[in-house]
């Protein structure tokens, strides 16, 4: 199957079905009561068949820009409705969003204008379930109430952007030798801005450190962070580079932001993703 | 048009690039030496020996040095930050100040001993430890040490993104990517705490409205921009980069 294919089909539900349907899981997890499905979505459970993704993905330049493009899609159609839904404070949370949809608008068009300009078509847009099958309220449509919405949109804004940071890292190796890499970099460090502004605008520092999600991050967030605790740089163990706090755990993880594969990133997406 | 939008090559205005890269409103005294070009020891600094001046080295090599230079320069940077607080510093800007500070001594101090261990311990091919002189910034005055931050944690980013395309292993490849990502959050948080409530973590000024992209410099525009600080004493050259 070319890559083109795979993404199309990543869009429908032929993939999610492989082994458990999304429908599913969250079935299951309605019997739990929202605040523990809340708690339990699974990021990262999302049924993939990872042989089929990883041969169709890796050491493609066009895979690696067709993910991105999936991702881009997601944040800013998560951005557009974050600002229409009321829920958002005004002063520096809507001028953060603001400024940020504007990127990842920028990006859906650039990606887009790139692969065509390349001669591939581009993956076409999914239909996004931000509420992830109703585990979450972020645009307070289900009446959850203004102040839970607000704290969902922050929440699930830093798991987008850190999943952004570490997705687009991830595929750096897959654009070697592209002329994409250069312009997939500078994507890169601005959804690192983004991720730094988001986590300092929910009291957290703008770095990981460890591999913790942070707090008031529900516990299904965890897959985005999940590897970060990684202190081994380029075959050395930066802990041990010399004494002090620079090199203890916090600052030696804080110091280096750790990829995902290109299969993880999907199983992230695919949660917010609707079966067509 | 579109189909014009991706290229090799960031085509930035040479207007910008000095705008961004410059200490917007500081008098900064730059008495430094020029990286590539003459020496300048109107201020008696120590002159490299005969034939001493290092070059950073071509390839693969030749960007971790480089990246090694600009690590050693934010890594001073921030040490005397620390080791002298401004007056009445605020508990988050003391705390994002030290955690920077942890940051890029880790980033040095890898740098060496990750080039040390590529160049099998020929130690003639790494980048020497580096001397600088910050002349007249006034460590004691918060607008200056953070218009200072910004512009290095801004630079260093420019820099990674404009130097990716010029590695050729992988591993060192996504090595810059997980140094890169940390520098922009940097660069975030310190504008945030120059503006606070503003969109200048991701600013108009280094993000580029139409395509969303930050800035990606070649080592050559960011090591000129660096010795107009004047910051490095140390000389050296950067033949074998664009």
């Not at chain 1, 969250?26 to 068949?49: E, Q, S, Y």
């Not at chain 1, 460890?210 to 967030?221: H, K, L």
């Not at chain 2, 311990?121 to 200072?148: I, K, M, S, W």
Request: net charge negative.
């Amino acid at each position: 199957m070319n890559i083109i294919n795979f993404l199309d089909d990543f869009t429908t539900s032929n993939l999610l079905e492989g082994k458990t349907s999304r429908r599913d899981i969250f079935g299951t997890l309605g019997n739990l009561g929202k605040k523990a499905a809340i708690a339990a979505v699974p990021f990262g459970l999302a049924t993939m068949p990872k042989k089929t993704f990883a041969q169709s993905m890796d050491a493609d330049p066009v895979g690696a820009l067709q993910l991105a493009l999936t991702l881009e899609y997601l944040e800013d159609e998560f951005y557009d409705l974050a600002l229409q839904s009321g829920v958002l404070p005004t002063g520096r949370p809507e001028t953060v969003y603001m400024q940020i949809s504007q990127h990842e608008q920028a990006h859906v068009d650039f990606l887009i204008a790139g692969l065509e300009g390349a001669g591939v078509t581009p993956v076409s847009k999914p239909t996004f379930d931000f509420t992830a099958g109703g585990a979450f309220d972020p645009f307070n449509e289900n009446g959850v109430g203004q102040e839970t919405a607000y704290a969902q949109l922050l929440a699930l804004a830093q798991a987008f952007e850190d999943t952004g940071v570490r997705a687009y890292k991830g595929q750096a190796g897959n654009l070697l030798g592209s002329p994409f890499l250069t312009a997939a970099l500078q994507i890169h460090s601005v959804e690192a801005r983004h991720a730094s502004e988001i986590r300092r605008l929910r009291g957290l520092k703008g770095w990981i450190t460890n591999n913790e999600r942070g707090a008031g991050m529900p516990e299904a967030t965890q897959a985005v962070y999940n590897g970060e605790e990684n202190v081994m740089q380029g075959g050395l163990d930066v802990t041990t580079l010399g004494s002090g706090d620079a090199f203890g755990m916090a600052a030696s993880t804080e110091a280096y932001d750790e990829p995902i594969s290109g299969d993880a990133a999907v199983s992230i997406a695919s949660l917010f993703i609707v079966e067509e | 048009m579109k189909k014009e939008i991706i290229k090799v090559h960031q085509p930035k205005p040479a207007k910008n690039r000095r705008q961004f890269l410059k200490l917007g409103g500081l008098a900064i005294a730059g008495t430094g030496l020029l990286m590539a070009c003459n020496n300048d020891d109107d201020q008696g600094s120590m002159m490299p020996p005969e034939g001493g001046v290092f070059d950073l080295g071509e390839g693969d090599l030749g960007v971790l040095n480089y990246a090694y230079a600009l690590e050693q320069l934010e890594a001073d940077f921030y040490t005397k930050v620390v080791n002298s607080f401004y007056a009445n510093i605020s508990d988050v800007e003391r705390q994002v100040l030290t955690d920077l500070y942890y940051h890029e001594v880790n980033h040095r101090d890898f740098f060496k001993t990750a080039i040390t261990a590529a160049v099998e311990g020929n130690v003639d091919l790494v980048l020497p430890t580096l001397e600088f002189d910050y002349g007249n910034l006034d460590f004691g005055n918060r607008d200056q040490v953070l218009a200072t931050a910004r512009t290095l944690e801004d630079t260093g980013v420019a820099a990674y993104n404009g130097a990716g395309r010029l590695i050729s292993n992988p591993d060192y490849l996504v090595l810059a990517g997980k140094i890169v990502s940390v520098e922009a959050r940097h660069a975030s948080a310190i504008r945030t705490l120059i503006n606070p409530g503003s969109a200048d973590f991701a600013g108009d000024d280094v993000v580029t409205v139409d395509t969303g992209l930050d800035l990606a410099l070649d080592p050559s525009d960011i090591l000129a921009a660096v010795a107009d600080t004047g910051f490095v004493k140390t000389e050296f050259t950067a033949n074998s980069l664009p």
